[in-house]
């Protein structure tokens, strides 16, 4: 029994292999993103996660033809026969790929080896064996052990002439692959042979054991129906009380007194992290200060902290990045979450085929040649010492904003999350912080401590901000002049004229400014958020004011009515209103004439009414104009008296040429 009682040791091996997470992850972004989905057969043999996407509307079938219209079809994690993919592409059916990258390679290699017989060691009708069986082009012979392989090689003799390949299903048994392999040499020296083990199962096991030798508890976390979950519970059994359980639940059904021993978890290769959080979690409930405990549990998940590596970026997929590692012959692999800090980011938009990445190991232990490596961790260590250096230099910064959270928004900058409180993120308080998302935001550290558990980097947008506008006021204040025009944004009206925000500084618009026609607010002509044209009619640099001119000189209507209409000129005027002493005219608009009563016509009146309507467009004589007191005086009965000389005139003319005609005669 080992020392220390109330420990618990989460094993480095738990949980999903690579092949099988990879294939999830697919599953659950395929849900997620609406369109319907289904997996050729259960993803994998875990009734927890089944059900759940189950309830995000993922349905299982046999075969492609099972597939509603519309649908995608997920490959597992095992793989198909290439006659699967063709059905799959013939009948345009959309469709994702997750064979683990292993299985591949068999199909690969089987495909490969034409001009061969081919040998493998595994299960036949396993869904993986029969998916590589269906990609080979030539003779393929499938043995579950040395005794069969004995057996075939016994009877085909003839195979002594032909070329000879043997492979095997990822997770068959070493031993017996060792036995088949030494069976196949003794026969044929020239074999080709490719070990294909994944060895991720055995090394699970054999994790288990060892934890199993050092604790009084072992449990298995996984579904009853796993073969590896099963074979997990046979291998600790020897050693430890070993408990197999399908959830958290579970637990509380076990009769152990869980404070006073070492317990060890492990968990199959279909279990979901989620379910070994949970029983992770209900353990630490269960024993007092095991929090700390947790945490390292949860960090020896993530990574066995052997150290940097550099990888050449050999493969982009919308879900990961494939590597080749430098100076080693192994590939790598970097999921979405573990290259970038910014959940949005898309692969292609952080690297490109051909770049050198600086990366750190996750995981080592899913199969050798495999490596599952964070770009996300390295670029976060770096990015804590540049924000330090950041903070401690002034320098302003700017990214874009991955997410509006509660109490504030997030960027990430070189690879780390920096925090800016809603206080701080705009120039004022109750700006919408939902409008900043996607943008990019220019800020300051205020706060970066990357000691400890709770790392904390902290930003201002604000302070950048109004320093921002500060400098632009400055620069406004040196070099405005007298006549000089501007676009600015109406910011507020009051009841004597519109404030314009020129840039950083407000200037005014009078009301009287704003039309030549005589209004009553500036909201007539003007509304907040208006863009309009003004000009400085003066400025005041030393009290810093400014007002501004809004209407155009060039519609000056008595600089019009001085150009067009001169003094003794007719023109069209309408009625707009009428007083006891005469009526007022339009000429053009912002000019009202006066037609006073004794000029409305060629007798006496008694009120305008009588002779004139509201609306009634008249000729009218202009007699006068008073520039000064912005006065017009205008006349109808001008006009009659104009028409009666003329007519007198006329008729002068008419008596004159009679009276010659009759001195003529
Ligand atoms: Fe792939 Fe090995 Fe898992 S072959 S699916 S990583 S057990």
Not at 195 to 201: F, L, R
Request: glycine share 8%; charged share 30%; proline share 3%.
């Amino acid at each position: 029994m080992a020392e220390g009682k109330g420990r618990v040791t989460l094993a480095r091996t738990a949980g999903f292999c690579f092949g099988v997470d990879r294939a999830v992850k697919t599953v659950y972004r395929l849900a997620e993103s609406d369109g319907m989905v289904c997996t050729l057969g259960p993803i994998i043999h875990n009734p927890q996660l089944i059900a759940d996407l189950g309830k995000k509307g993922v349905r299982i079938i046999e075969n492609p033809s099972e597939a509603p219209k519309g649908a995608t079809v997920v490959v597992r994690s095992h793989g198909v026969a290439d006659s699967v993919i063709n059905e799959l592409k013939s009948a345009g059916i959309s469709y994702e790929n997750a064979t683990c990258p292993f299985v591949e390679n068999i199909h690969k290699l089987v495909r490969e080896a034409s001009d061969r017989t081919i040998i493998i060691t595994g299960d036949a009708s396993h869904a993986e064996v029969e998916g590589i069986v269906g990609c080979a082009k030539s003779p393929c012979y499938v043995v579950s052990g040395n005794d069969e392989l004995e057996n075939l090689l016994n009877s085909h003799p003839e195979f002594a002439e032909k070329d000879i390949m043997m492979c095997s299903q990822t997770t068959f048994r070493v031993e017996e692959w060792e036995k088949c392999l030494k069976t196949l040499k003794k026969v044929y020296t020239k074999a080709f042979i490719f070990d294909t083990i994944c060895n991720a199962t055995e090394k699970r096991q054999t994790e288990a054991v060892a934890l199993a030798r050092e604790n009084d508890v072992m449990i298995v976390v996984g579904g009853r129906t796993s073969s590896n979950t099963a074979k997990l519970r046979d291998v600790c059994s020897p050693y430890a009380r070993t408990y197999l359980i399908e959830t958290a639940e579970e637990l509380s059904g076990i009769d152990e007194d869980w404070k006073n021993l070492n317990i060890g978890i492990t968990a199959g290769a279909s279990t979901p992290a989620i379910i070994i959080k949970e029983v992770l979690v209900t353990m630490a409930e269960i024993i007092e200060n095991f929090a700390e405990m947790l945490e390292e549990s949860f960090k020896n998940q993530n990574t066995d902290g052997s150290g940097r590596v550099h990888g050449v970026v050999s493969e982009i997929t919308p879900t990961e990045v494939r590597v080749d590692i430098v100076g080693r012959k192994q590939t790598g692999y970097i999921t979405l979450e573990e290259l970038s800090q910014d959940p949005t980011v898309k692969p292609e938009d952080v690297c490109k085929i051909g770049d050198e990445l600086d990366l750190l190991i996750m995981k080592t232990n899913d199969q050798e040649g495999m490596i599952m490596l964070s770009k996300r961790r390295v670029d976060a260590l770096k990015g804590w010492d540049e924000l330090a250096e950041a903070k401690e230099n002034g320098t302003i910064l700017t990214a874009k904003v991955t997410d509006v959270v509660k109490g504030g928004i997030t960027v990430v900058v070189s690879g780390v999350r920096v925090f800016i409180p809603a206080s701080l993120a705009t120039e004022n308080r109750g700006d919408d912080l939902a409008e900043l998302k996607g943008k990019d935001v220019s800020f300051r550290m205020i706060e970066v401590d990357a000691s400890g558990m709770r790392r904390k980097a902290v930003g201002s947008v604000r302070e950048v901000l109004r320093e921002q506008r500060k400098a632009q006021q400055e620069k406004f204040w040196e070099e405005v002049e007298e006549g000089q025009k501007f676009t600015g944004k109406v910011k507020s009206i009051t009841n004597f004229g519109a404030f314009v925000d020129l840039g950083g500084v407000d200037g005014m618009v009078h009301v009287s400014e704003l039309s030549w026609n005589r209004i009553k607010h500036p909201s007539e002509v003007v509304a907040i958020g208006d863009t309009v044209d003004v000009y400085v009619k003066s400025v005041d640099k030393e009290n810093r004011r400014i007002s501004l001119g809004y209407k155009n000189p060039d519609d000056n209507p008595w600089a019009i009515l001085e150009r067009d209409y001169p003094v003794g000129s007719v023109c069209e005027a309408t009625i707009v209103s009428m007083q006891t002493f005469g009526a007022f005219a339009r000429v053009i608009p912002g000019i009202d004439g006066l037609i006073h009563i004794s000029q409305i016509a060629d007798k006496r009146i008694e009120k305008p009414q009588d002779e004139l309507k509201i609306g009634e467009v008249v000729k009218v004589k202009i007699t006068d104009i008073d520039f000064e007191k912005r006065r017009v005086s205008l006349s109808i009965r001008a006009l009659l008296e104009d028409e009666q000389a003329e007519n007198a005139e006329a008729y002068d003319d008419i008596v004159d040429e009679d009276e010659a005609e009759e001195t003529a005669e």
